[in-house]
């Protein structure tokens, strides 16, 4: 799938379907002049067809033959704004009504008007093609049957070709976590996803190095190997860097749990495992900010952590009770098996920390328990600067974040009555709720001063059933707002 600016006329434009944003006010105000425009060369009263159609909210919109007036057969009205809109379009309206567009489209060619849609402080062009580069997302790689190319093409005129590249790179970047996370755990297995960083570093001149059980054993990551002890897929650390290795570096580390069976606390119902594939949502994100940011030249010095292990039931599977010691000597009592991503976890960022870097953000699909919904990630973190700055570019590109408090009174349940740590108590029956917070609490642990800041995907990383706005499956979380942070937020 390609996006193109193009310097030519919108009605001039060629393509299988024009999409044509208009506003519900339309009908009580002048009508802007490329909608007057189209609708003189179709011959549509598009203010009527507006109202008609009760195009009121964003995405709302109606399909209309354009009747030969135009170099498109077909038009789709969009709605983009409520309906107190004026001329002036809300950002997130417009990132809604792209999205839901994006969903109706199977067109080989699309023809997208855009110069007449006005987000002060933002521009339309990258929110539009972030957000249909998502919309129009398909996992198709396991059917026999073919699909049909879907969209090919969206044609953008007079968008600036490099505002178009940028937002094509972000999406795309996006839709590669999104693969990563929906293949099934069977083909990505933590040798797999090695497989595929060595490939992006070969491809992208980063530089790239795995730890396997050899180093990894020798190396005291005692954490990654107690996780990864009861599967045949031996786990492995991938690091990879890029940018002036003088430079202060943003380290990043992703959660890569490539199956979470919960171990020998085996996961209790359907629901919960079904899509543990998932969890390596958190490595994947990294691995396609850190393409993308080298893709678009940002002159950032990164280092990325990427702990891959398969949490599976075996003979060798860790017990609870068991205790394990992490990178740097400190050990931890195994309660629950099923708490896994924190001994990866806390590994990496020790290992992280070790190279001294300016910043630690790390990405996990740790608990699921941040009370906020599919459409929120959760941030806690030891630096009030480096939250904010998370926050504002998930804000700004449409991937947004709420902060939850590292709260200190809740440090006294990582105590363990035989070793240095915990990671879960047996008796969670009052405690559920701030799981999330007490996961942040246990990684803290392992970052000393270094400022840092973790990001809880859990909840936003998957979605089971498709919707208007929304494919079934990986939704490639967080993805947006790291790449967002790289490029604006300098160490
Ligand atoms: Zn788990």
Known sequence: MRFEASPDEIVATAGDVLVLPVHPAEPLSPLPPVTAEIGAA???????LVARRG????????????AGGIACPDLLLVCVGGPDATDVTDVADLREAAMRCARLLDQPVVVCALDRVVTPGWDPTRVVVEAMAIGLYRFDRYRSADTGPGVERVVLPGSDPDVVHTAAVIGAATNFARDLTNTPAADLTPAAFAGICAEKASELGLGYRELGVAELEEGGFGGILGVGAGSANPPVLVCLESGDPAAPATALVGKGITFD????????????????KDDMGGAAAVLAALTAVRALGVDT???VYLPCAENALGPRSQRPGDVLRHRGGRTCEVVNPDAEGRLVLADALAYAREATPA???DVATLTGSTGLGPDIWG???SSQSLVDALLRAGTATGDPGWQLPLWEGYRKNLRSEVADLRNHQADMSKFWNHKAIWAGLYLSEFVAD???????????VFRNRADDVWAAGATGTATRALIEFLRTERV
């Open 42 to 48: 179709t011959g549509v009263d598009l203010r009527a």
């Open 55 to 66: 195009l009121r909210r964003a995405g709302d919109h109606c399909w209309v033959p354009s």
């Open 261 to 276: 069976s919960g171990g020998l606390t085996l996961k209790g119902s359907l629901d919960a495992i079904v899509t543990m």
């Open 301 to 303: 010095h990164l280092r």
């Open 359 to 361: 910043r630690i953000v």
């Open 379 to 381: 941030i806690m973190g």
């Open 450 to 460: 270094t400022p840092w800041a973790h990001l809880d995907i859990a909840a936003t």
